[in-house]
Nanobody
Framework: QVQLVESGGGLVQPGDSLRLSCTAS????????MGWFRQAPGQAREFVAGINMRSTFTAYINSAKGRFTASRDSDENLVYLHMDSLIPEDSAVYFC????????????????WGQGTQVTVSS
């Protein structure tokens, strides 16, 4: 099993930056990739960004390209999502997820999920 804990969410103004963190524990050696997903009220959960565990490949949803950066600290089993130029449409609960199957943008690829952290972008 892998346990994931997100942190770093909060209330920010449009144009601000925010960095989310996800700490992994347990059988972290089984992880192939980590993903960040988000879910706004009344909407389906969607893939935002992901990174494989060798940090050789990242993927982003179109609206995040150029604004969001996924990275990881292998020594600390930490994954980050740095978000710049935030807009109100980025408001959602952000989830960290891990997969031991295949690194992809598909929600069903991920077996392990954190509890989520709220990001609210509002003036």
């Amino acid at each position: 099993q892998v346990q994931l804990v997100e942190s770093g969410g909060g209330l920010v103004q449009p144009g601000d930056s925010l960095r989310l963190s996800c700490t992994a524990s347990g059988r972290t050696s089984s992880i192939l990739g980590m993903g960040w997903f988000r879910q706004a009220p009344g909407q389906a959960r969607e893939f935002v960004a992901g990174i494989n565990m060798r940090s050789t490949f990242t993927a982003y949803i179109n609206s995040a390209k150029g604004r969001f950066t996924a990275s990881r600290d292998s020594d600390e089993n930490l994954v980050y999502l740095h978000m710049d130029s935030l807009i109100p449409e980025d408001s959602a609960v952000y989830f960290c997820a891990a997969t031991s199957r295949v690194f992809s943008s598909l929600e069903e690829s991920y077996e392990f999920w954190g509890q989520g952290t709220q990001v609210t972008v509002s003036s």
